[in-house]
């Protein structure tokens, strides 16, 4: 049975005036006999964003189908963790919470926005607002891309695909790796905070300690305040290859580090995923524009469910709504082909989205 962390440090929902008709108005639909069926098939396609705008700061978007982008931020929901926190508060599922937002901007166009392109034109040159205009590099000035949730702890699992197993058994003179993926204990270890991860097309970094600093795509995870599982993800587990193996004991350095971990571009909700043990997955590695290197994997071959991990993971362990997990990877890029300065890696899921991230050296 799994063991539940005490979860008590996640943001407080705010008891405004509008924040009670907005409840009331969900407890009404609650008690409509076919409210339930009706939810289920709005969220099925539901996928959220967080993103800036000059002025305005951080926003949350839902993404439709011919992937525009419809502002939904508000007072209870200034970003995807407090909506989070309102659905666990409420006790209310993610799916209803999201449903209703939904509804409430069903009727207008997809948010009008100036173009940046032409500061002098700005104020007269309206466009809507779509994924891809939002996936450019960070600027204050610009609409763009941040990372789809606020996690405020990133935990990571080692040697849940053999073939990273074999990978890190050839590179010590212990067999440790394999003893792992074989054991009834899955390895997770500590790999960030918000101050330490970024967003679509922010830098990772390569430590100054390290030769050998190299891409390690996954599928992520992000966990509701009862440790379910609300929302899906891709994350980029930069890691310091040369440091691990010099000493196993030297896996937080290895793991930890500024720019060591990448989230994006989209959240997406549980029912948005036929089967998440079933997700074809590829990465690629640009250097001057040309493909260094390409590898796949499909999810299929991780060595754990997922709820195995979290329960390894909540095990006397207090774990704060929100927390992203990542399940690994077994993308494995060959030595010989260490990140360096400029590179730029895409990872990518079909219906994912495309996270991509240059590199700099720290």
């Given at each position: ?7 008590s440090n996640f943001p ?271 990465c690629t590695v640009l ?76």
């Amino acid at each position: 049975m799994l063991k539940r962390g005490h979860n008590s440090n996640f943001p407080k929902y705010k008891s405004t005036e509008l924040g009670t008709k907005w409840k009331a108005g969900i407890r009404r639909k609650r008690s409509c006999p076919n409210f339930p069926h009706q939810t289920a098939r709005k969220v099925k396609r539901m996928k959220l964003i967080q993103f800036h705008l000059p002025n305005l700061g951080k926003r949350v978007g839902i993404v439709t189908r011919d992937e525009e982008v419809i502002d939904v931020t508000s007072e209870e929901s200034p970003g995807v963790l407090e909506v989070l926190a309102l659905a666990h508060q409420e006790q209310m599922s993610l799916g209803v919470i999201l449903a209703d937002i939904q509804e409430k901007v069903a009727t207008p166009a997809p948010m009008q926005l100036p173009s940046f392109a032409d500061a002098e034109n700005a104020a007269t040159e309206p466009e809507g607002l779509t994924l891809k205009k939002l996936d450019v590099a960070p600027d204050e000035n610009v609409p763009h891309l941040l990372s789809p949730i606020d996690a405020p702890e990133v935990w990571g699992c080692g040697v849940t695909y053999k073939r990273s197993a074999e990978m890190r058994d050839d590179d010590t003179e212990q067999d440790i790796y394999s003893r792992v993926y074989h054991a009834d204990r899955p390895e997770i270890f500590f790999k960030g905070t918000p101050s330490r991860c970024v967003g679509p097309n922010g830098f990772i970094g390569i430590r100054s300690d390290s030769a050998l600093t190299a891409t390690e795509p996954e599928l992520a995870y992000v966990l509701g305040g009862d440790g379910e599982i609300v929302g899906y993800t891709l994350c980029n587990d930069v890691s310091a290859w040369d440091i691990e193996r010099d000493n196993p004991l030297y896996l937080p350095q290895s793991k930890v580090f500024y720019g060591c971990c990448a989230l994006g571009p989209m959240f997406l909700t549980p029912s948005e995923i036929d089967d998440p043990y079933n997700l074809d997955m590829q990465c690629t590695v640009l250097r001057d524009a040309d493909i260094i290197y390409q590898g796949e994997v499909n999810t299929s071959q991780i060595n754990w469910k997922f709820e195995q991990l979290t329960e390894f993971l909540m095990r006397d362990n207090p774990i704060p709504l929100g927390t992203v997990v990542s399940t690994g990877t077994g993308i494995i890029v060959p030595n010989d082909l260490p990140l360096a300065p400029g590179d730029v890696v895409q990872i990518n899921i079909d219906g994912f989205g495309t996270l991509s991230n240059p590199v700099k050296q720290l």
